[in-house]
Every structure is written in C-alpha cells, then in structure tokens.
C-alpha cells in the first residue's frame, strides 16, 4: 500500500488531529499498515488541509544518548526555578506557608492573611499568559533565547526579593518578576524532551516534573531552619547564589533538535495566534477541562495539610507539622517518574485517567478519615505519589492526541487552563477573582462549612475524579479500543 501524495521520505505536515497520525507514522522504518491507513483517511478528510510535500530525511527519535543530558539539564532549570510563589510546583513553591508565616510574624504583621496569600498567587497568575506567548514565539524562534531569559528573570527576582522591605516591592519582585521568569521556563522544559524522546518521552518528562517535587520537599524541610538562623535576607540570597549555579549548569546541558517529520519554521511567516481549528475540536476542550479540574483538585493537600494536621492533632510539635508536606513532595518526585515511565507503556491519557482518578480516591477515602498522624502520613504519600503526576503528562498527552509540531505552543495553552485551578485557595473572594475568573471555592467551602473539612476533602476529591472521567471523551474519541495504547 502506498503513501497518498508523499514518499516515505516526503512526509505531510497535518493540522491539529493528524498530527498525532505522523509523529505515529514517522516512527519506524517501515510503517505498518494501520498507519497508512490512517494516514490516507485523514488525508481525504474535507476537514484537513492539503497536505504539503516536504523533502524530510525519515530518522527517528535518539531515544537516549544526549537527549538524557538535555532532561538533566531542564530538571536542574525546573527544580531551581523560584517560586516563593504559589505556582504549581517550582521549586520553593509548595514551601510558601513557611514564608507567608514570617511574613505575618516578623514583616507584616498587620497586613491581612488574605493579601499575603495573594502575594503568593501573583507569579502564577502572571506566568499563565506569559507562558501562551512565549509558547507560540518559542515555536517560531528556538527555545533557548526564552529559557535563558527566564532563568535570568527568576534569578533577578529572588536576589531582588532579599533587598526589599516593603509590601509593594516584595509584590514586584517575588510577584509580577518572578511570574514572568516563570512563564518563560514552564513551556519550554515541558516541551524540550519531547525533541529527543518518544518511546520515552513519559519519563523524560517525568523525570523533569519529578525534580520540582523533590526541591520543594527539601525546601520544606530547611527553609524554616533557614529563616530562623540566618532570617529572611540572607536565606533568599543563599537560595539566589545556589540557583545561580544551577541555571547555569542546567542551561549548559539544553541542545535543541528538529522533531523528525516537522518542516522548518519560516520565521517570516506570521504569528497565528487563535488557532481556530483547535479551539473547535471537542478532544482539545475535553483534555484542557481534565486538566483544569486535576489542577483544581491537586492543591488544597499541599496548601491545608499543615492546617489540618494543628486542627486534628493538638499539641502536635512544628517539625512534625512540615513533615507531610515534604512527604507529599518527595513522594511526588517518585510518582511522576514512574507513572510518567508507566505512561510510555500504556499510553499518557491512560495514565492520566488512573492516576488522577486514584488521586480523587485517596482524598475522599483516606485524607478524609485522617484522624492521628499517622494516617496523615499515609494520605500524603500516597496522594503525593499520585496527585501531581498529571502535570508532567500533560505536554506527552498533547503530542500523543496533536503530535509534535508546535508542542511549546500547545504546552502554554493547556497551562492557561490550570489558572482557574488556582483561584480556590485564598478565602477572600477579592482575591481570588484577581486571581482566575473562577470563585474561592475551596476557601469558601472550609468557611461556609465552619471548618469542617470533610466539606474541603470531599470536594477536592471529588473534582479530580471528574478530572479524570472528563479526559475519556479525548482517549475514546482519538482510540475507541478499550486496550488501546494512546
């Protein structure tokens, strides 16, 4: 059987759902004949595009070799990246509670919880639609110039922040600079081992995922030491001088290759920022919905373990309070590589769908009847292991249902929808609306409910399990077989 208009060694560049089809189709040697068939469907489709002839050598991915220094490098640039912020995930992200505490005892003492938690989510307010552009710009001019820009971005931001003193300044740098710097890396480390995996590509990025997990258990673990030994100016400009270091090995690591079957990019053409043909395909609004409700299910234990270990267990000592949250963490680090590695098994949306949805399970039946610490321990763990993976698969779920061409630009899309997900952890409805357009509704919830968490638990949990049901429209739309790896 052959190839309807192109040679084995003139590929088409397909738009939007045969992308899929030719990151497939490119793969082997000798394709197979499900793929051809595909292929040519997708090619008489009314609704696809001409094909184009490109005279492309057919290579297929490294699947290793100096692909492996590039994952390095982009989880030494992912877990040194400052967050101080409530972003999801970067480094000393998951480890704000302990700066917001000094803040309030020793800074500000009488500025409301509320402003400092907003202090918080201004970065990751900020990088969402930062992360959209250069997601787009990243796809048309190289990924270096704007990861190298990002990582100046953060490194200025945390070294500034060690100087202010002021409430205002603190919300410029570790807000409004810091947001940018974040939104300039988030795309591009989600993005760049997709250039040299593809049988691999879930724990390549996994593994860059999993390195935020792991920094912010150990930031858990020594800010608050930090910060009591040496105080706030001098733990920032400790943590500045490290990053330093780190950004520059990471960035020394990153090699950008071409995605085998994707045309160059002619940088004359225009930008075409509002892709229309996406925005009306049901499997994107389906896999950026799962995505929002994940993300809005994935934070409340992260942020409120540390409330609800004081509220359960009085008397219970501070360095056994921040121990679940580094927990959480370290076992979050393990779970997005092996789940990411089980992903290159048995399909990305696959491994969403059962890990998010174990992740739903694991707060309404075990967080939810955590009544002494130990069981405490067991919820973080086990929702540390499960919860987050869902991050470090959403750009490997977009090459698999969009293929690669344009994943940076993909990447920063699907990180627009994690914005909404973010607006549920201030109780001050002001706040939050500043935040994402959505209402505080976990914050709302623990408020209106008097505390009661099983209000708080229950819905966390159960809007990951929605999460997850959500993504069956894309995995059956795409594959209808039950065992399909997709």
């Not at 208009?5 to 189709?25: I, Y």
């Not at 057919?58 to 220094?69: A, I």
């Not at 505080?440 to 638990?457: F, T």
């Amino acid at each position: 059987m052959s190839l309807p208009s192109a040679s084995a060694k003139s590929l088409a560049l397909l738009d939007v759902e045969n992308n899929a089809v030719l990151d497939d189709f490119v793969q082997t040697d000798t394709p197979n004949t499900a793929s051809i068939e595909k292929l040519e469907d997708l090619s008489s489709s009314p609704v696809v595009p001409a094909l184009v002839s490109l005279d492309i050598p057919f290579e297929s991915y490294p699947e290793g070799g100096r692909g492996w220094w590039v994952v390095v490098g982009c989880a030494i640039i992912s877990a040194g990246t400052p967050g101080v912020t409530r972003k999801a995930d970067f480094s000393l992200s998951l480890s704000w509670g302990v700066f917001q505490t000094w803040y309030k005892e020793y800074l500000f003492p009488d500025v409301e919880d509320s402003v400092l938690s907003f202090l918080g989510s201004l970065a990751g307010m900020i990088s969402t639609p930062v992360a959209f552009v250069v997601g787009k710009l990243a796809d048309k001019y190289g990924y270096r110039p704007f990861i190298t820009a990002g990582c100046a971005c953060c490194f200025v931001s945390m070294l500034v922040s060690a100087f202010c003193t002021a409430l205002w300044q603190f919300f410029l740098a570790q807000g409004v600079l810091a947001g940018v710097g974040l939104g300039l890396v988030l795309p591009i480390v989600m993005s760049y081992p997709s250039q040299w995996f593809r049988r691999k590509r879930g724990l390549a990025t996994g593994f860059v995922i999993a390195a935020c997990s792991f920094a912010g258990g150990a930031t858990t673990l020594i800010a608050e030491q930090l910060l009591n030994k040496i105080g706030l100016r001098w733990t920032l400009l400790s943590y500045a001088c490290l990053y330093g270091l780190l950004m520059v090995a990471g960035l020394s690591m990153l090699k950008s290759r071409a995605h085998p079957g994707v045309a160059a990019v002619n940088r004359a053409d225009r930008i075409r920022w509002v892709d229309r043909a996406l925005f009306a395909d049901p499997v994107f609004w389906s896999l950026s919905l799962a995505i929002m409700l994940a993300f809005r299910g994935y934070l409340s234990p992260y942020f409120y373990i540390e409330e609800y270990t004081r509220s359960i267990i009085p008397g219970v000592s501070p360095e056994l309070v921040t121990v679940p949250a580094a927990v959480m963490n370290f076992a979050a680090a393990l779970g997005r590589t092996l789940v990411g590695h089980a992903a290159d098994r048995v399909g990305a949306c696959n491994a969403f769908i059962i890990a998010v949805g174990m992740a739903g399970v694991v707060q309404l039946l075990i967080w939810n009847f955590a009544y002494n610490y130990a069981t405490v321990m067991v919820a973080s763990i086990t929702f540390g292991f499960f919860g987050g993976t869902f991050l470090s698969l959403t750009s490997v779920m977009g090459a698999s249902l969009y293929g690669v061409n344009n994943l940076a630009t993909l990447s920063g899309i699907l990180t627009l929808f994690n914005t909404p997900g973010k607006s549920h952890l201030s109780r001050n409805p002001f706040m939050c609306s500043c935040n994402a357009a959505g209402a505080p509704i976990g914050g709302a919830i623990l408020s209106a409910a008097n505390n009661n968490w099983h209000a708080l638990i229950s819905y966390s949990g159960a809007t990951q399990i929605a999460g997850a049901a959500l993504l069956l429209y894309a995995r059956f739309k795409r594959e209808p077989r039950l065992f399909a790896v997709i």
